[in-house]
């Protein structure tokens, strides 16, 4: 089945400075889909990323999708106290009825 | 447009009993999925409904079930509770199955078994 990792599992980064996490998979992706989880909230949807080697930016995030579509990338310039939260990037093969699988989380501390 | 709304938002349970969770996905989506959530094994994906069927399910014990009734809301249930299914149990709905298809999660039950 469908394994997806993400590096690093745990991030602590002082206010100001910048933040990335990866998701890695182990077969080409139709797509890709990142969803942040503040702490004691749910997962809400951040983006999607479809081309290969398509980048999209929100402000301060800027997602990226791998040439090769197998992994995906999420930097964060200059951290905020906000940007708290653990980061899951979710996958799901394209064709039929396919569960998503959820990668295993990057959580983000941020020291004011 | 209202979001995803689960019911209870906090249950108790000893061993051996059982629970049914309620699901209520935002209007007009019709796939619900369901997740659980524990520290140790992050989200681990449950069962996916569509149009009232069962179209996929994740590697749980069958002492986990679920159905989807005719309106989209769904329900899970865990018989016979063990210590170890204390988590949050999180649902998600979205328009449709695809895989570009956005899931909208709930704020989650969260289960506690004693």
């Known amino acids: 089945g469908q394994q997806v990792m993400q590096i690093p599992q745990y991030q602590h980064v002082q206010e100001g400075e910048d933040f990335t996490t990866y998701c890695n998979s182990s077969?080409?992706?139709?797509?890709i889909q990142w969803y942040k989880q503040r702490p004691g909230g749910h997962p809400v949807f951040l983006i999607q990323?479809?081309?290969?080697?398509e980048v999209k930016k929100q402000k301060r995030l800027t997602f990226q999708f791998g040439e090769a579509k197998k992994n995906s990338s999420l930097h964060i310039t200059a951290t905020q106290t906000t940007d708290v939260g653990t980061y899951f990037c979710a996958v799901k093969d394209s064709g039929g009825y396919q569960k998503v699988t959820f990668g295993t989380g990057t959580k983000l501390q941020v020291i004011p | 447009k209202a979001g995803v709304t689960q019911t209870p938002r906090y249950l108790i349970k000893t061993r051996g009993q059982q629970v049914t969770l309620s699901c209520s996905p935002i209007s007009g989506h019709r796939s619900v999925s369901w997740y659980q959530q524990t520290p140790g094994q992050g989200l681990q994906f449950l069962f996916e409904?569509?149009?009232?069927?069962?179209?996929n399910k994740g590697n749980f014990p069958g002492r986990f079930s679920g159905r989807q009734f005719s309106n989209s809301r769904s329900e899970m249930n865990v018989s016979t509770l063990e210590l170890g299914d204390s988590a949050l149990y999180l649902c998600?709905?979205?328009?449709?199955?695809?895989?570009?298809?956005?899931?909208?999660f709930g704020p989650g039950t969260r289960l506690t078994v004693l």
């Open positions: 998600a709905s979205s328009l449709g199955w695809t895989s570009t298809d956005t899931q909208y």
């Open positions: 990323l479809v081309k290969s080697g």
């Open positions: 077969t080409t992706l139709s797509n």
């Open positions: 409904y569509f149009s009232e069927t069962q179209r």
